[in-house]
């Protein structure tokens, strides 16, 4: 099992250049979740998805928009790249009803935005 | 404000010498508190979950206690390769999930 896995793993983008991260998890998770980890402020939950098709929003959701049209699968967009989205950015995924709520995560997609 | 403090920001310690990380949190409806483990440029791993006041949970030298409040990570006669960034995280109500800002663990040999 690979787990959960990003790509890319570093990206440089020019400000309003456009991109889509991609997460995949091989373990029939169906709660999958996109955080940004910026110093100092911990890991802030951006949107997450219960299931396949379904998707809702964090706690900082503006700017980024999400996909969820397979299961193993949860695409993170960004339609016009601002400088203030620089930042490292996980994706996690948790089974629905394993009695616990512990998070799997990857291994991060570092984004700088110039 | 839903909240979850943890502290010190950085601890150094000799190999050896136990301490406790702390994570107050001040939401409602919680449902569990999670410990994580942070390396340098990795995705956190997953540490421990405590669901109830007076729940205690130990792996290796650490130990995770949890209050109605605040919990605490008990390290044991650390070890260099423990140095890590520890995270703290509440899951409440239905989907919320809020993190800590962690503290930064570096043990000196």
């Known amino acids: 099992n690979a787990g959960v896995t990003q790509t890319p793993k570093f990206r440089v983008l020019k400000t309003g250049q456009s991109m889509t991260l991609l997460c995949a998890q091989d373990?029939?998770?169906?709660?999958m979740y996109w955080y940004r980890q910026d110093p100092g402020m911990g890991l802030r939950l951006i949107h997450y998805?219960?299931?396949?098709?379904?998707?809702a929003k964090g706690e900082v959701p503006d700017g980024y928009n999400v996909s969820r049209l397979k299961k193993q699968n949860f695409l993170l967009g960004l339609e016009s790249a601002a400088p203030s989205q620089t930042s490292v950015y996980f994706c996690a995924s948790r089974p629905l009803s394993s009695g616990s709520y512990e998070q799997y995560f990857g291994p991060g997609t570092r984004l700088t935005v110039t | 404000e839903d909240q979850v403090t943890q502290s010190p920001e950085a601890l150094r310690l000799q190999e050896g010498e136990s301490s406790s990380l702390n994570c107050s949190y001040t939401?409602?409806?919680?449902?569990?508190l999670f410990w994580y483990r942070q390396d340098p440029g990795k995705g956190p791993e997953f540490l421990f979950t405590?669901?109830?006041a007076g729940e205690e949970k130990e792996k290796e030298r650490l130990k995770a206690t949890l209050t109605k409040k605040e919990s605490f990570l008990h390290i044991t006669a650390p070890k260099p390769e423990d140095s890590a960034t520890y995270l703290c995280?509440?899951?409440?109500?239905?989907?919320?999930?809020?993190f800590g800002a962690g503290t930064r663990l570096t043990v000196k040999p």
């Open positions: 405590l669901y109830s």
């Open positions: 939401v409602s409806g919680l449902r569990g």
């Open positions: 998805s219960v299931g396949e098709g379904t998707t």
């Open positions: 995280a509440v899951h409440y109500n239905n989907n919320d999930m809020r």
């Open positions: 373990m029939n998770h169906e709660y």
